[in-house]
């Protein structure tokens, strides 16, 4: 059974999340804006030898919807995430996660790495392709809605009707922003997204990874926005890493991500289970 708490940051967006579990600490980051707890299959699977950290992002889940002025979403949720290893008194943590989860905890790592035990990373995108699907992903739609229809349209979309449904404050937050504030915010957002030959991993620069010291697991990616080359180059760029096929297909990931089954590419993620498992305990040996 997982224990909820809430955490409160430093500019003030509160954020669930679920720990449990016994051993060493797993922060576990899901891709997209999903929520935490989108990934509880395979925080069970861990939780049988390691404490597991769940977790909804500013903007995701139950979470506030909380924007910020300088930093990208990537940087805040790096930023939020080695805070609430510190407020939880756990660290340094093992950071785990696939594409925008793989993107928080590299980023999270280098920026606080004092709070970082060692890294495992799945779903790594990069890419001229994957920039592009992402980028327009994350932010286009909602330009379009508060360009069109201000922030009562943005409100109607469907991303932002399911987070004001899990956290009813978060409708109040959200038409109290100026539409062209918004707007400003999620075009500096997306210029994260900018294709650049000098990152491999979007957001993290090739000449950041080679400075990574901690244990690091990497798993290939087979599909078109986790392209094998980026978790291949990734592996030439971090030192001493650990580096292993992925668990799933590329036809089983895009059934789930197509739609052509049911379910999601979350429930794939209890494949990782059994190499990570062995990974951590290897590498908490005294």
């Avoid at 935490?36 to 979470?63: C, I, M």
């Avoid at 924007?67 to 407020?87: C, K, N, P, Q, T």
């Avoid at 739609?141 to 069109?148: D, E, N, R």
Wanted: net charge negative; aromatic share 10%.
């Amino acid at each position: 059974m997982a224990q909820a708490g809430q955490f409160v940051t430093q500019d003030g967006c509160r954020l669930n999340y679920w720990l449990r579990g016994e051993g060493p600490l797993i922060a576990l980051t899901p891709g997209g804006r999903e929520a935490g707890e989108a990934v509880a299959s395979l925080a069970d699977a861990l939780a049988e030898k390691t404490t597991v950290l769940t977790w909804d992002r500013r903007n995701a889940g139950g979470s506030d919807l909380f924007f910020g002025d300088e930093l990208s979403e990537a940087e805040l949720w790096a930023e939020d995430l080695a805070d609430l290893i510190m407020h939880l008194g756990r660290g340094p943590a093992w950071l785990a996660g696939g594409s925008a989860g793989c993107r928080t905890s590299v980023i999270s790592a280098l920026r606080r790495p004092e709070t970082a035990r060692g890294l495992i990373l799945w779903s790594a995108s990069g890419g001229e392709y994957a920039c592009q699907f992402l980028g327009f992903s994350y932010h286009v739609p909602y330009i379009m809605a508060a360009q069109g229809g201000g922030m009562a349209a943005v409100a109607g979309t469907p991303f932002f009707a399911d987070r004001i449904a899990a956290n009813p404050a978060n409708r109040d937050r959200l038409l109290s922003i100026d539409p062209e504030e918004f707007v400003a915010t999620m075009k500096r957002w997306n210029r994260a997204f900018y294709y650049n030959p000098g990152e491999t991993l979007t957001g993290a620069p090739d000449e950041a990874l080679k400075t990574i010291s901690i244990p690091t697991l990497i798993f290939e990616g087979n599909d078109d926005v986790h392209a094998p080359e980026v978790a291949r180059r990734m592996a030439e760029l971090i030192p001493g890493n650990s580096f292993l096929p992925s668990p799933w297909s590329n036809e089983d990931w895009l059934d789930k991500f197509t739609g052509r089954k049911g379910g999601s590419v979350f429930d794939l993620y209890p494949l990782l289970a059994p190499a990570i498992l062995d990974f951590v305990a290897r590498a908490e040996v005294p």
